[in-house]
Nanobody, 121 residues
Framework: QVQLVESGGGLVQAGASLRLSCAAS????????MGWYRQAPGKERELVAT???????NYADSVKGRFTISRDNAKNTLYLQMNSLNSEDTAAYYC???????????????WGQGTQVTVSS
């Protein structure tokens, strides 16, 4: 099993920056890709950015050029640097980890509990 704990959310003004962190614990050797997702009130959860175990990244068009995803495998921590925030970025942000398919890892998916980001205009 893998546990994910997000932190770093908060209330900021438009144009500000925030850095989210997601600390993984447990059977972290199973973790392959990781990502950030967000869900605004009344909307479906959407992908923000993903990063593979090899460091390849993918971003939603709405955050390209403003957000940067990274991971520190030694610290088992995922990051999301968010710059030039605007009101449309207001949402609960969730960390997701996918597992390798071999052995006990079994291709499982894990989610954190979320951290709220609110951007005031």
């Amino acid at each position: 099993q893998v546990q994910l704990v997000e932190s770093g959310g908060g209330l900021v003004q438009a144009g500000a920056s925030l850095r989210l962190s997601c600390a993984a614990s447990g059977d972290t050797v199973c973790i392959s890709s990781m990502g950030w997702y967000r869900q605004a009130p009344g909307k479906e959860r959407e992908l923000v950015a993903t990063i593979t175990s090899g460091g390849s990244t993918n971003y939603a068009d709405s955050v390209k050029g403003r957000f940067t995803i990274s991971r520190d495998n030694a610290k088992n921590t995922l990051y999301l640097q968010m710059n030039s925030l605007n009101s449309e970025d207001t949402a609960a942000y969730y960390c997701k980890a996918g597992s390798f398919t071999w052995g006990r890892c079994a291709g499982k998916t894990y989610w954190g509990q979320g951290t709220q980001v609110t951007v005031s205009s």
